[in-house]
């Protein structure tokens, strides 16, 4: 459909369900968001200047990188694989360096990826005297203290934030987290992942927990990134309690992103602020700041960027529940969603897991977990039972994708940590803690040097 012609509720729906594939042709994406920071002060790097992001933005190129512009300014980066797939590097509002990698086949291209992505970042960032941080809350920094990126989005998004909650800006400024992007082959195999992975989300978040410190301080929370994400935007956010409704699909999601207000259209490289509303009335072209304008497929895809519940579906689901943190789990994270979701028998029994679970059981875990990470409790259960299970399960699905793909090296290894997690019940946030109040003597600033990229 080309751009121009007037959407329908059949193209915004097409839109999700074009992403179907057989599962010959099932990828994972895996996507990660860091903190840079100067060596010499710790402070987060603004954009301009001689150690800037711009700077490390432009030092990537050696590698291959090609520079994506907006008004002016180097935002992000492309660059494509041997099999022509794209990934990117790109800016979260407080200069979080975000890698988007390329749809690959197993987990040990998404390692590769990582460890490719780290180790450039890591010689320009050394020339640079800057470093990178994986956690999901900024441990020492204010919201003022943060630089702000030239990205038009986010102006539009920085002013809309606080109308609709009292943590958005926390959000855009102050959290990094780690994403996996996993197929599916039809309707029905979509609803059944996205059932299983959204009920499932809290235990990752549990397991991923790694934001135990606001300004220098512990916040009282294990995972303070997902806190932020219970008071952003309830319009936008959550649960989504009709996933688990009779009849849910791609009309439902389409409904529901319809519902969701909107924050922009981008026009002639222009963001065009329209927060708050209406995508049906832009499809009808009756939006007073671009008057007589239809919304077309690329406004639409874009509004689907801005839906962030704790999975996401556009042409694929995306697994939002987990903080940034090191390198291991980077790898971690995919490879407990594929195990569960690219083997049927573990599909179904993750979904024995919670299938029980109630819409009351879904919002109360969400919380408990920010605060108690593993020793928060579900339906009569430890979150510790329950991850132990998950991780279990996980690893029997990636033992059947190695058996069943004709040669696909076993890639079991990778849940190696997450095991380690759930066995003991001591979250990596449990573990900052233990070296803040030890080794650490109440100095938050050991966190750079001990845990830095």
């Not at 941080?133 to 919201?143: E, I, S, T, V």
């Not at 602020?273 to 009756?286: H, P, T, V, Y």
């Not at 406004?299 to 704790?310: G, K, Q, R, S």
Request: glycine share 10%; aromatic share 10%.
């Amino acid at each position: 459909m080309a751009d121009a012609e007037p959407l329908t509720r059949e193209d915004l729906i097409g839109a999700m369900s074009k992403g179907s594939k057989p599962k010959s042709e099932w990828r994972i994406g895996a996507e990660h968001e860091k903190f840079g920071f100067d060596m010499s002060t710790l402070r987060r790097p603004a954009y301009e200047g001689p150690n800037g992001i711009k700077a490390m933005l432009e030092g990537l190129t050696r590698f291959g990188w090609r520079e994506v512009h907006e008004g002016g300014h180097v935002i992000a980066l492309e660059r494509e694989n041997a099999e022509g797939y794209t990934a990117s590097i790109s800016l979260e509002p407080g200069g979080q360096f975000e890698l988007s990698g390329a749809p690959l086949k197993d987990i040990h291209d998404i390692c590769d990826e990582t460890g490719r992505h780290l180790m450039e970042v890591k010689q320009v960032a050394d020339q640079l005297g800057l470093g990178f941080l994986g956690a999901g809350f900024d441990p020492m920094w204010r919201r003022e203290d943060v630089p702000i990126m030239p990205k038009g989005r986010y102006g539009i998004m920085r002013a809309y934030m606080p109308k609709k909650g009292s943590l958005g800006l926390d959000m855009m400024l102050r959290t990094c987290t780690i994403q996996a992007n996993l197929d599916f082959d039809s309707e029905a195999d979509m609803v059944a992942k996205f059932r299983t992975s959204l009920a499932l989300q809290p235990i990752a978040t549990a397991l991923f927990a790694c934001s135990p410190f606001t300004e220098g301080k512990p916040n009282g929370f294990l995972s303070a990134r997902a806190n932020v994400w219970t008071d952003t935007d309830p319009d936008r956010t959550g649960m989504l309690d009709f996933v688990f409704e009779d009849g849910f699909g791609f009309e439902r999601y389409a409904d529901y992103a319809l519902d969701t207000p909107m924050y922009f259209a981008k026009r002639d490289g222009r963001y065009v602020d329209l927060s708050g509303q209406s995508f049906r009335a832009f499809m009808d072209g009756k939006l007073d700041a671009l008057p007589g304008d239809r919304a077309t497929a690329k406004d639409w895809a874009d509004h689907l960027t801005t839906l962030f519940p704790e999975v996401r579906l556009k042409a694929y689901l995306e697994m939002r529940g987990a903080d940034g943190g090191p390198w291991s789990r980077i790898c971690g994270l995919p490879a407990l969603w594929a195990g569960v979701l690219y083997d049927a028998p573990s599909l179904a029994a993750a979904w024995d897991l919670v299938k029980d679970w109630d819409i009351a059981d879904h919002e109360r875990l969400r919380r408990d977990v920010t605060r108690l990470g593993l020793r928060a409790e579900v339906a009569g259960r430890s979150v510790r039972d329950v991850a132990v299970d998950l991780v279990d399960i996980a690893r029997h699905g990636l033992k059947n994708r190695a058996r069943f793909s004709g040669g696909m090296v076993d890639e079991r290894g990778y849940l190696s940590e997450l095991e380690d997690i759930a066995d003991s019940g001591v979250t990596p946030a449990d573990r900052l803690l233990e070296l803040y109040h030890g080794d650490w003597q109440g100095d938050v600033s050991r966190i750079y040097r001990d845990f830095a990229y």
